[in-house]
T-cell receptor, first 113, second 113 residues
Framework: SAVISQKPSRDICQRGTSLTIQCQVDSQVTMMFWYRQQPGQSLTLIATANQGSEATYESGFVIDKFPISRPNLTFSTLTVSNMSPEDSSIYLC??????????FGSGTRLTVV | GNSVTQMEGPVTLSEEAFLTINCTYTATGYPSLFWYVQYPGEGLQLLLKATKADDKGSNKGFEATYRKETTSFHLEKGSVQVSDSAVYFCAHVNGGSQGNLIFGKGTKLSVKP
């Protein structure tokens, strides 16, 4: 199955700043997903990113706050913009790499102070 | 809409006890079902999956059977170990065009020696 390298693994950021999270895949994939896991909570889908088209955002998530880049079939970035303490979460990228198979990045643990 | 309901945690067991974590789902059709595990401080790992009714997924002594009659996918293990302490997430494939996973809220398991 595909392997995802996600970075940074963790960061502590000042409120009002932005952080870009990167996911590099070792093979070409059409669709990637970005999730948020707030402390003690489950995973919530932020958006779906297809190469060559705009990302599709779930209700409650907007492009201005979470812009996503998908420049090719092996790479994607998620930016958390104008951060506040409420953005402190684990952010994960994921892909569907075979019929009914999903792989996750190791996650980015973000703390906003 | 599509959803996953897991039993509330935390669950605390003694080593070698029997484990059941209940999971039921609401979905259109018969989606693939998954159990993921998140060990402390680590990312999400696939534990097992089942792709059609009556399939049994198994791994590391854990089992779950796809029951379409009861729309359930309960996780079981006959004898838990301290090393099984983790958060367990039940999930199913979103049948819409997104193809993402829909997760339950997670169940934290603590196994005491």
């Amino acid at each position: 199955s595909a392997v995802i390298s996600q970075k940074p693994s963790r960061d502590i950021c000042q409120r009002g700043t932005s952080l870009t999270i990167q996911c590099q895949v070792d093979s070409q994939v059409t669709m990637m997903f970005w999730y948020r896991q707030q402390p003690g909570q489950s995973l919530t889908l932020i958006a779906t990113a297809n190469q060559g088209s705009e990302a599709t955002y779930e209700s409650g998530f907007v492009i201005d706050k979470f812009p996503i880049s998908r420049p090719n079939l092996t790479f994607s970035t998620l930016t958390v913009s104008n951060m506040s303490p409420e953005d402190s979460s684990i952010y994960l990228c994921s892909l569907r790499d075979s019929a009914y198979g999903y792989t996750f990045g190791s996650g980015t643990r973000l703390t906003v102070v | 809409g599509n959803s996953v309901t897991q039993m509330e945690g935390p669950v605390t067991l003694s080593e070698e006890a029997f484990l059941t974590i209940n999971c039921t789902y609401t979905a259109t059709g018969y989606p693939s079902l998954f159990w993921y595990v998140q060990y402390p401080g680590e990312g999400l790992q696939l534990l097992l999956k089942a792709t059609k009714a009556d399939d049994k997924g198994s791994n590391k002594g854990f089992e779950a059977t796809y029951r379409k009659e009861t729309t359930s996918f309960h996780l079981e293990k006959g004898s838990v170990q301290v090393s099984d302490s983790a958060v367990y997430f039940c999930a199913h494939v979103n049948g819409g065009s997104q193809g993402n996973l829909i997760f339950g809220k997670g169940t934290k398991l603590s196994v005491k020696p």
